[in-house]
């Protein structure tokens, strides 16, 4: 199978992250961006660093843009500029059109007109670590949909030495445990009689309501901390 093709429009701080990674996974990466010196940054990185306007549909047309298999529109700020490139990528025949999205409402318009997927990086981003910080031994947060969510918890507390059976999280919360991992090791099946040990983590899918109140509970077990927070 032919390897992927990706383009990325915008070599700002995101765009660019994306094309580095792409890049060091051994993709073919397209990076376009309107200024000159933000493309000789990336040219040394990627397969081809193009300085071109995105919304010149002339121009992403001499790119031959429809050819590559997703486009990333990388471009916060200039929502106008945004929403005119995922316009043209549409016309022009894109397959997957991903784009970085500034607000709720820039999402909303991006996704109207075409686009296949919308990302919140900063919006996203303040929610894992807001969920981190409100009890540290969740170690992640990822939203799947408005409703659904994924979480990494640390087994701490009363979840050490205990089997999936004893705690059922399913019943309790209604919450299922994907997998654990421990360390490099991931158990992508879990059994009923795996007993929980010390630096495990669950992988927990759930509805965000009831991924909420296992939060709660869980939180309410760590011991109480000295410094700022007991002030309160
Ligand atoms: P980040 O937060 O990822 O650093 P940002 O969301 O603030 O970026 P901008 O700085 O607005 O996004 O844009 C990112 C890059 O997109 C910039 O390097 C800018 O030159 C480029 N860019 C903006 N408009 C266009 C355009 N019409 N065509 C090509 N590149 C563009």
């Not at 990076?31 to 919304?55: C, K, L, P, Y």
């Not at 059994?191 to 296992?214: W, Y």
């Amino acid at each position: 199978m032919a390897k992927k093709q990706f383009a990325i429009i915008g070599m700002g701080r995101f765009g660019s992250s994306v094309a580095k990674a792409l890049s060091s996974m051994g993709y073919d990466v397209l990076a376009i961006d309107a200024d000159e010196q933000r493309t000789q940054e990336i040219s040394g990185i990627v397969t081809h660093a193009v300085s071109a306007d995105s919304t010149d549909e002339e121009a992403l047309r001499a790119l031959d843009i429809h050819h590559f298999d997703v486009v990333v529109v990388a471009i916060g700020e200039n929502i106008q500029a945004s929403i005119l490139t995922t316009l043209i990528l549409k016309d022009l025949g894109v397959r997957t059109i991903l784009v970085k999205a500034q607000s709720e409402l820039h999402g909303k318009v991006v996704g109207k007109i075409g686009a296949d997927k919308v990302i919140y990086p900063e919006r996203d981003m303040g929610l894992r670590v807001a969920h981190h910080l409100a009890s540290p031994n969740i170690l992640d947060y990822i939203e799947l949909s408005p409703d659904y969510s994924i979480l990494d918890m640390k087994a701490a507390g009363s979840l050490l030495g205990r089997n999936l059976k004893e705690l059922d999280i399913r019943a309790k919360y209604g919450c299922n445990v994907m997998a654990i991992r421990h360390g490099d090791e991931m158990n992508i099946a879990p059994r009923a009689e795996d007993r929980l040990q010390e630096g495990d983590v669950l992988v927990i899918v759930g509805h965000k309501d009831n991924l909420a109140r296992l939060e709660a509970a869980y939180s309410r077990e760590e011991p109480a901390r000295s410094g700022w927070r007991s002030r309160f």
